[in-house]
């Protein structure tokens, strides 16, 4: 029998998938606990739809990632910060600061997606990496200087 699930099931599949299985599964376990439902065809058509909408959702979504982080590429900004007279810095900037400092510029960008390799406690100019997805990042130059 031919089963759309309509959630995970451990050992089967993922939400959304086509599967044949035996009858008796299908009847006794799937369709009885809310799992699946029996495959026909305008709900097969449905499924091909929405997988096509989300795959188009999801490539319109990469590509302006791309954009922002082709914008973003080489940007630098400046994040102040209060600092000694040796340059030492109180305490260590953080990606939220980076992150509102990029607003107020004009960007956009979560502070989750910036990476610091290390702590910034100096004053000076840093790289940073901003990762947006898997193969979409960007490297900016942040400027620290003292209030």
Same mark, same amino acid.
């Not at 590509?63 to 810095?89: C, F, H, W, Y």
């Not at 990029?102 to 000076?124: F, P, R, S, W």
């Given at each position: 029998?031919?089963?759309?699930?309509?959630?995970?099931? #451990?050992?089967?599949?993922? #939400?959304?998938?086509?599967?044949?299985?035996?009858? *008796?599964?299908?009847?006794?376990?799937?369709?009885?606990?809310? &799992?699946?439902?029996?495959?026909?065809?305008?709900?097969? !058509?449905?499924?091909?739809?929405?997988?096509?909408?989300?795959?188009?959702?999801?490539? +319109? !979504?990469?590509?302006?990632?791309?954009?922002?982080?082709?914008? &973003? !590429?080489? $940007? +630098?900004?400046?994040?102040?910060?209060?600092?000694? +007279?040796?340059?030492?810095?109180?305490?260590? %900037?953080?990606?939220?600061?980076?992150?509102?400092?990029?607003? +107020? %510029? *004009?960007?956009?960008?979560?502070?989750? #997606?910036?990476?610091?390799?290390?702590? %910034?406690?100096?004053?000076?100019?840093?790289?940073?990496?901003?990762?947006?997805?898997?193969?979409?990042? $960007?490297?900016?130059?942040?400027? %620290?200087?003292? &209030?």
């Amino acid at each position: 029998m031919k089963v759309i699930l309509k959630a995970d099931v #451990k050992g089967s599949g993922k #939400k959304g998938d086509i599967l044949e299985v035996s009858d *008796g599964y299908a009847k006794n376990f799937l369709i009885k606990k809310g &799992l699946a439902e029996q495959a026909t065809a305008s709900g097969v !058509n449905a499924v091909t739809q929405q997988r096509t909408a989300q795959a188009f959702h999801k490539a +319109e !979504n990469e590509r302006q990632l791309k954009e922002l982080a082709a914008k &973003l !590429n080489g $940007t +630098e900004i400046s994040v102040p910060i209060r600092a000694g +007279e040796n340059g030492k810095t109180f305490g260590s %900037v953080t990606t939220a600061q980076i992150s509102s400092a990029l607003a +107020e %510029v *004009g960007y956009d960008v979560d502070k989750k #997606k910036i990476i610091l390799k290390d702590q %910034v406690k100096q004053l000076g100019i840093y790289d940073v990496e901003i990762r947006f997805m898997e193969k979409v990042t $960007t490297k900016i130059k942040v400027k %620290v200087v003292a &209030l």
